[in-house]
């Protein structure tokens, strides 16, 4: 099965700076690259995904890239606020059909932390 | 329009109990997944049900498992609690029934003592 890497596990950012979180994945049939934010005490909240016919997609200050060919993706968070300390995790999965079996498999989690 | 709701949101249970834990979907969403969020592991999949059928399952020992009812609620039944149990157990649910859909839940959060 899936097999995704996440670094780093603790992030500690000054306000204002940039946060990249990068993952790796095993199966080069995966073709959807989701991001979760969760924050103390509260469910998985999807912040942007990516499939595989992309390279990058941005969203405001959240941005996630794609390199197939090396299997990794990363997510950029330009202009931190406190306001983005989470824990944010990876995913990856070969995304199937409607009657198709679907999960996703997840990395570990980072925890960021933004200094006021 | 109601998110995924899970119920109940803590639970502590001795070693050797069984616990049932209840999903209920976004209306209209026919998926439900279940996952299990641990410190060092993160989350990990449970199992997938689609129009009352596990169409999709991970790789945890047969003391996990779950059902799915005609009006899409679902239940996953941990029988024989180990410590090693403890963890947020958390659902999604998906209106295509696919991974790309998922809303999640709040999750429940289980405690064997």
């Known amino acids: 099965g899936e097999n995704v890497e996440q670094h780093p596990s603790t992030l500690s950012v000054q306000e204002g700076d940039s946060a990249v979180i990068k993952c790796t994945y095993s199966?080069?049939?995966?073709?959807?690259f989701p991001w979760y934010k969760q924050e103390l005490g509260k469910r998985p909240q999807l912040i942007i995904d990516i499939r595989s016919n992309v390279g990058e997609k941005k969203d405001q200050r959240i941005a996630v890239t794609l390199n197939k060919t090396a299997k990794h993706f990363s997510l950029h968070i330009t202009e931190t606020q406190p306001e983005d300390s989470a824990v944010y995790f990876c995913?990856?999965?070969?995304?199937?059909?409607?009657?198709?079996?679907?999960?996703?498999?997840f990395g570990t989690g980072t925890r960021l932390t933004v200094i006021p | 329009k109601a998110g995924v709701t899970q119920t109940p949101r803590y639970l502590i249970k001795t070693r050797g109990q069984q616990v049932t834990l209840s999903c209920s979907p976004i209306?209209?969403?026919?998926?439900v997944s279940w996952y299990q969020q641990t410190p060092g592991q993160g989350l990990q999949f449970l199992f997938e049900?689609?129009?009352?059928?596990?169409?999709n399952k991970g790789n945890f020992p047969g003391r996990f498992s779950g059902r799915q009812f005609s009006n899409s609620r679902s239940e996953m039944n941990v029988s024989t609690l180990e410590l090693g149990d403890s963890a947020l157990y958390l659902c999604?649910?998906?209106?295509?029934?696919?991974?790309?859909?998922?809303?999640f839940g709040s999750g429940t959060r289980l405690t064997v003592v």
């Open positions: 049900y689609f129009s009352e059928t596990q169409r």
């Open positions: 209306s209209g969403h026919r998926s």
């Open positions: 199966d080069s049939a995966s073709n959807y």
């Open positions: 995913a990856a999965t070969p995304l199937k059909s409607q009657t198709g079996a679907n999960n996703l498999f």
């Open positions: 999604a649910s998906s209106f295509l029934g696919t991974a790309d859909g998922y809303t």
